[in-house]
């Protein structure tokens, strides 16, 4: 999903299977895995199929291209979103029985993608304000089960207290911080020096994005202040949009010239940037990034 999506999200272009096998087997995929898969999106409605004589084609389904777009502008934002914090904790606390424990799973997972965390096991909070996307991810709870409010932290004088920052394994974020940049950095003066290959482009664009996309949800997003002294959040961030929009052209162009060779046409394949996600790439007409 994060290659179809990475260079036909803005155009909504179709790209041929054997052309979707053909780059998947680039990151090590075998025909019969890469065939296997683009079956499942299709029966779960991910994709939509499409035929030309003997050859079908695939391209992302509206609702998946809105999530996609959704979930790209909260990616990227998420970096000045933190320093828009009002003081306030959106807190959810919820109770589920033994019996349910497969409903806690999913409810803990859906909470993390929301950026909470735990301070106690079934106190979960998050310094942004509880949106239109939380209420409907949290809908399917059974009745009865969770709290949602909206507070401040008070200060305890006592050795009893819990910082709410101490939800986050802050340390273990900074880790993962530092390899992301030992892991990208060097690559820099590659890229300027236009000494990547289309291959590797497309990898490398495909690697960043699933990588960088976890620390949405693992940041804490606090405004820098609140944050621990060399908090790398931003050079991070910066480091992103250097190799993501640096390799969008090389990676672009190999996809097209990938595209091309099944059916003869490279449709409209279009790589997009950090600023393309940010002002929403394919929302449809009826979506926007601050309306959900």
């Keep these: 999903m994060t290659l179809l999506a990475d260079y036909t999200l803005r155009t909504r272009a179709s790209v041929p299977s054997g052309a979707i096998v053909a780059l998947l087997g680039e990151f090590g995929v075998t025909s019969a895995a890469g065939r ?13 199929s499409s035929r030309q004589g003997r050859h079908s084609s695939y391209r992302l389904s509206d609702p998946a291209a809105v999530n996609l777009s959704l979930s790209g502008h909260s990616i990227v934002a998420f970096t000045e979103q933190a320093e828009r914090w009002d003081g306030a904790w959106t807190v959810i606390s919820f109770s589920l029985p033994e019996g349910r424990s497969a409903e806690r799973r999913t409810l803990r997972g859906r909470l993390r993608w929301l950026g909470y965390a ?13 949106t239109p996307r939380a209420r409907e ?25 819990r910082d709410p920052l101490d939800a986050w394994d802050v340390d273990a974020i900074a880790e993962e911080y530092t390899a992301f940049v030992d892991r990208w950095d060097p690559l820099l003066d590659r890229i300027r020096a236009g000494g990547v290959s289309g291959v590797e482009a497309v990898c490398a664009r495909t690697e960043i994005m699933d990588t960088y996309r976890r620390f949405h949800v693992l940041d804490p997003r606090l405004p820098m202040r609140c944050m621990p002294p060399g908090w790398r959040r931003q050079q991070v961030r910066d480091l992103f949009t250097a190799v993501y929009d640096g390799l969008a052209a090389t990676a672009q162009e190999h996809v097209r010239t990938v595209a091309a060779l099944p059916s003869g046409a490279d449709g409209d394949i279009g790589a997009h940037t950090t600023t393309d996600l940010l002002a929403g790439v394919w929302l449809g007409e009826s979506c926007s990034p601050n309306s959900r």
């Design 118 to 130: 735990p301070l106690y096991d079934g106190l979960w909070l998050s310094p942004r304000p509880f």
């Design 36 to 48: 296997t898969a683009i079956s499942r999106l299709a029966r779960r409605g991910v994709l939509e």
């Design 137 to 161: 991810e949290l809908a399917g709870v059974g009745p009865g089960s969770l709290t949602v409010f909206r507070a401040q932290h008070v200060e305890l004088e006592s050795a009893a207290r």
